[in-house]
């Protein structure tokens, strides 16, 4: 399979390259940071060639993709978190992480869409931080909401008109770059390794919406059927106990 993966310069998606390429994939890792992008080609070259490209930017990531003539499978995982303090509102922060998590992702699947041929597999990364209002997560949980519902009419739409087969992935806490940066507890993380085999075995067996880890993920669901205000009082009590 020819597999595309943005974010593939760190965390989840830089695993999922490397455990691709090894299963005889061929990867075309995507990312900004030319020092990872070269590391990655560095362990295969056979099997991972690299694109540098910003995903905010539609025309560098067309122009990016332009020479690509098919891709099997492409896993959207490039993203980014900021947490909102209220004292310090912050409105730019909802533009900055939109503008990767969803308008970014956006961009990438219009570039793709005219290289993935029918039968192919479209997915994108969400979070399980969508089920909840946890507390600082205003700009990043709302933007991994607005991900899955874009994720679900997708799969509605895309399969009807291409043929293609839409996918979500809602992760718990993978410790991850992006996760390392947080100063509060985060129960259940899991590694890279852990991630990356849930979203390859999801993928494989077609799972609309792959998430992990189970119990944590059948937690969060369960919870977000409560009440909503048993939600809010629920999240302000982990919010003062972190
Ligand atoms: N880690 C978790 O606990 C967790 C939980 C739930 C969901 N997720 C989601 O999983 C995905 C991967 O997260 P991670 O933990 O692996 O994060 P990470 O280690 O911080 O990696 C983020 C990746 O996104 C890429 N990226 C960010 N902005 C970009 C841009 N403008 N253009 C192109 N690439 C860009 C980065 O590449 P460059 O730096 O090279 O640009 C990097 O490869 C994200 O969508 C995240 O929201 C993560």
């Given at each position: 399979?020819k597999?595309?993966?943005?974010g593939?310069?760190?965390g989840?998606g830089?695993?999922?390259?490397?455990?691709?390429a090894?299963?005889?994939?061929?990867?075309i890792a995507?990312?900004r940071?030319q020092e990872?992008?070269d590391?990655?080609?560095?362990?295969?070259r056979?099997s991972?060639?690299?694109?540098?490209?910003?995903?905010?930017?539609i025309?560098?990531t067309?122009q990016?993709l332009?020479?690509i003539?098919?891709?099997?499978?492409?896993i959207l995982?490039?993203?980014?978190?900021?947490y909102l303090?209220?004292?310090?509102?912050?409105?730019?922060?909802?533009?900055?992480?939109?503008r990767?998590?969803?308008?970014?992702?956006m961009?990438?699947?219009?570039?793709l869409?005219?290289?993935?041929?029918?039968?192919?597999k479209l997915?994108?990364?969400?979070s399980?931080?969508?089920?909840?209002?946890?507390?600082?997560?205003?700009a990043?949980g709302?933007?991994?909401?607005?991900?899955?519902?874009?994720?679900?009419?997708?799969e509605?739409d895309?399969?009807?008109?291409?043929?293609?087969?839409?996918l979500?992935?809602s992760?718990?806490?993978v410790?991850?770059?992006m996760t390392?940066a947080n100063?509060?507890?985060?129960?259940m993380?899991?590694?890279?390794?852990?991630?990356?085999?849930?979203?390859?075995?999801?993928i494989?067996?077609?799972k609309r919406?792959?998430?992990?880890?189970?119990?944590?993920?059948?937690?969060l669901?369960?919870m977000s059927?409560?009440?909503q205000?048993?939600?809010?009082?629920?999240?302000?009590?982990?919010a003062?106990?972190?």
């Amino acid at each position: 399979m020819k597999i595309l993966i943005t974010g593939a310069t760190s965390g989840i998606g830089y695993q999922l390259a490397q455990d691709y390429a090894k299963q005889g994939h061929t990867v075309i890792a995507c990312g900004r940071n030319q020092e990872a992008l070269d590391e990655l080609a560095d362990i295969d070259r056979d099997s991972i060639k690299t694109l540098r490209f910003d995903i905010t930017d539609i025309e560098n990531t067309k122009q990016a993709l332009a020479d690509i003539e098919r891709v099997d499978l492409a896993i959207l995982s490039a993203g980014m978190c900021e947490y909102l303090d209220v004292k310090q509102f912050d409105a730019g922060m909802f533009e900055r992480v939109f503008r990767v998590n969803v308008f970014g992702t956006m961009n990438t699947v219009e570039a793709l869409l005219p290289i993935m041929p029918e039968g192919s597999k479209l997915v994108i990364v969400g979070s399980l931080a969508r089920l909840l209002p946890f507390t600082k997560a205003q700009a990043y949980g709302g933007s991994k909401a607005a991900i899955q519902y874009i994720t679900r009419t997708l799969e509605v739409d895309l399969k009807e008109a291409y043929g293609i087969d839409v996918l979500g992935v809602s992760p718990g806490f993978v410790k991850t770059p992006m996760t390392d940066a947080n100063d509060f507890e985060m129960p259940m993380r899991v590694s890279v390794e852990f991630a990356s085999k849930a979203i390859r075995k999801g993928i494989e067996k077609g799972k609309r919406d792959i998430g992990f880890p189970a119990l944590f993920s059948g937690m969060l669901r369960v919870m977000s059927l409560l009440p909503q205000g048993m939600q809010i009082a629920l999240s302000r009590r982990m919010a003062k106990n972190s």
